[in-house]
């Protein structure tokens, strides 16, 4: 009974242990240059080597492009092993596939012959418009070509600006240069420049009061219009004192430019003689209020309250 137990199961071990092989493909009709997948599983025991050939075809219209990685999964004592070639061909008609043959340890494992039809694209010529002869089209410049190309564009331009920058300063200079000298400093130090020059003009011994209550004028005024943004040069006295209630000026002092200011106008409009003694001490009365308000002092004096004028 034993015995034939034995018999009877030893073909189903031989089964078991063998290799098999197994073979499909997803279509056996394409276009030209579409491509058929052909996939091969190969079940084997763990201990034996499968080897997936190269397939050479026998003909030049079937190209096989190749095979992708073999997946492999493990059961027990058996191994799976799958992989996929991928068949194309750019010629029209029917091809026959020979058997592909797989080794799987001193077993050799054949897949059946197959056939597949490769067919074009049909074209009917009477229904597709008509098209005119295209001009040939090179391909695009890459960045790199256009550069090798074109090196020197950017050359050239930078040279240009270079050229452009330096015209620029060079007027710039020439324009400096053409430029009165007290424009070149600060409103405090053109208006002690005003100053000098007013001294060396020689009004006062040259009997031309009115010219040079006129400059002095124009010193004070300038300087706050240049310093404080004061409209002064266009401003009348009155308004000139209003506008100076804002600055950080003692009751003293404020009072002394009312009384040159007044004077000044005398000067102008009604032909007023002042004195020597006068004249010296308008003069140094307007340094001094320049350098009472000069620009160390006068960020100072823009954030004080303006003075109340208690005298009108």
């Not at 493990?74 to 992989?83: D, G, L």
């Not at 060396?200 to 706050?224: A, C, F, H, P, Q």
Request: cysteine-free.
């Amino acid at each position: 009974m034993g015995l034939l137990f034995f018999m009877a199961g030893a073909p189903l071990l031989l089964a078991q242990s063998s290799p098999t092989i197994s073979w499909q493909t997803d279509t056996t009709k394409i276009r030209l240059g579409e491509q058929i997948n052909l996939s091969i599983e190969v079940t084997a025991p763990r201990k034996d080597i499968v080897a997936f050939p190269e397939i050479k075809p026998s003909t030049d219209s079937i190209e096989v492009l190749g095979h992708g990685a073999i997946d492999t999964s493990y059961k027990k004592e058996r191994a799976t092993y799958k992989t996929t070639y991928r068949i194309t061909s750019f010629d029209e008609g029917k091809y026959r596939i020979p058997p592909i043959q797989v080794k799987a340890g001193e077993d050799v494992l054949t897949t059946d012959l197959f056939e597949i039809e490769v067919l074009t694209v049909p074209v009917d010529t009477l229904q597709q418009a008509r098209y005119g002869i295209k001009d040939i089209r090179t391909d695009r410049y890459t960045f790199t070509e256009i550069l090798q190309k074109y090196w020197w564009i950017p050359v050239a331009l930078l040279v240009l600006a270079l050229i452009i920058w330096e015209i620029i300063r060079l007027a710039r200079r020439e324009r400096i240069k053409r430029m009165a000298p007290e424009l070149l400093l600060s409103p405090y130090e053109r208006a002690k420049f005003r100053l000098n020059r007013l001294d060396e003009s020689g009004y006062i011994e040259k009997e031309m009061v009115k010219e040079y209550y006129v400059g002095l004028t124009d010193v004070i005024r300038l300087y706050l219009d240049e310093e404080f943004d004061m409209p002064a040069p266009e401003s009348t006295s009155s308004e000139i004192l209003a506008e100076i209630k804002k600055l950080h000026l003692t009751h003293e002092q404020y009072y002394q430019m009312r009384e040159f200011l007044t004077d000044a106008d005398l000067v102008k409009f009604a032909k007023m003689f002042p004195s020597p003694d006068d004249n010296k001490r308008y003069r140094l009365f307007i340094e001094a209020i320049i350098d009472t308000l000069r620009p160390v002092q006068a960020e100072e004096s823009l954030t004080q309250k303006p003075k109340e004028d208690d005298t009108e």
